[in-house]
């Protein structure tokens, strides 16, 4: 008596990897604007983060290839790993260097870069001299 038999391998189906290849500039200040580029960002979505040191930043921009982000304000100065989730795999970690922010001198006391050359609002101080815009 023969037995034939089939065999099945199950080979796991893995994801592409999100990779970040660049960011835009290897310096840049507390709430300084930042752009990352990569690989497999996907859509974003309530799980999507980007972090710089161990701080979520805020995400003004995602594509699947660019991401637009700001330093948090509490971020530690110094060398500081940039990372991306999509929810569900961690990028590669890329080194981004936390700067003070330059000094206010002469007519400008502080700056904000926007990513549309539009902004529909005029910022205002608050009377604790916080700045919204």
Sequence with gaps: MRCFGILSLALPVFANAVTI???NKASCPRSGRIAILGTDFGAQTAASRVT???RQ???????PTRI???VDES???GRANVRVTDGGSWSNPVSLIVAHKANASGRFAWRFEA???YVMTRPVVALDGTIYA
């Design 57 to 63: 930043a805020w995400v003004t921009t995602w594509t």
């Design 75 to 77: 971020t530690p100065l």
């Design 52 to 54: 710089i040191g161990d």
């Design 115 to 117: 990513d549309d050359p």
């Design 68 to 70: 637009v982000a700001y």
């Design 21 to 23: 290849n660049s960011l």
